[in-house]
T-cell receptor
Framework: DVKVTQSSRYLVKRTGEKVFLECVQDMDHENMFWYRQDPGLGLRLIYFSYDVKMKEKGDIPEGYSVSREKKERFSLILESASTNQTSMYLC????????????FGAGTRLSVL | AQTVTQSQPEMSVQEAETVTLSCTYDTSESDYYLFWYKQPPSRQMILVIRQEAYKQQNATENRFSVNFQKAAKSFSLKISDSQLGDAAMYFCAYRSVNRDDKIIFGKGTRLHILP
């Protein structure tokens, strides 16, 4: 089975802190994604990556950056956390190719105080 | 740009009954995939069912089936014999085959199962 692991289920940070959310997948998938999930807004894509050291902006990249130094790991970075970044963050991975589905991690619920 | 619309934020169904979740989408493409994902409370999102636009036959997975109407750009999910474990947020999603591997999600429908 594909496993996508997010390092923390719950995280509480202070405004202005630098926050790292880590995601690891064990199926050698080329693609990895970071989403933000908010009630009534569904899933919104923050960043995605097609390969090591490659990244592409999604729909809401402002206030975030990412790092992909190894194929299996994709990190989301909040350079200076703000209260409006309080949310559920979901990581996903997929193989490249038509019809391939995305596999999701369990999510990290981040609270910025 | 493609969009996915789920017009029912919440729905309820009696256990053992059948329920249909609605989804419409907008695209100018002819080749694409549609998905229904399920997110149980405090658990991982998982794929329920997948439909390729070129296949006329509606996809089925056990108690889950879709009604795919390509001309109407409609993709509804039918859950038969609803069970308590079906309670979840359900997301309809669209993926083009001509672009990158991004998926566009609807805003979700929260399904409650009444015992």
């Amino acid at each position: 089975d594909v496993k996508v692991t997010q390092s923390s289920r719950y995280l509480v940070k202070r405004t202005g802190e630098k926050v790292f959310l880590e995601c690891v997948q064990d199926m050698d998938h080329e693609n990895m994604f970071w989403y933000r999930q908010d009630p009534g807004l569904g899933l919104r894509l923050i960043y995605f990556s097609y390969d090591v050291k490659m990244k592409e902006k999604g729909d809401i990249p402002e206030g975030y950056s990412v790092s992909r130094e190894k194929k299996e790991r994709f990190s989301l970075i909040l350079e200076s956390a703000s209260t409006n970044q309080t949310s559920m963050y979901l990581c996903a991975s997929s193989m490249t190719g038509r019809g391939n589905i995305q596999y999701f991690g369990a999510g990290t619920r981040l609270s910025v105080l | 740009a493609q969009t996915v619309t789920q017009s029912q934020p919440e729905m309820s169904v009696q256990e053992a009954e059948t329920v249909t979740l609605s989804c419409t989408y907008d695209t100018s493409e002819s080749d694409y995939y549609l998905f229904w994902y399920k997110q149980p409370p405090s658990r991982q999102m998982i794929l329920v069912i997948r439909q390729e636009a070129y296949k006329q036959q509606n996809a089925t997975e056990n108690r889950f089936s879709v009604n795919f109407q390509k001309a109407a750009k409609s993709f509804s999910l039918k859950i038969s014999d609803s069970q308590l474990g079906d309670a979840a947020m359900y997301f309809c999603a669209y993926r083009s085959v001509n672009r990158d591997d991004k998926i566009i999600f609807g805003k979700g429908t929260r399904l409650h199962i009444l015992p």
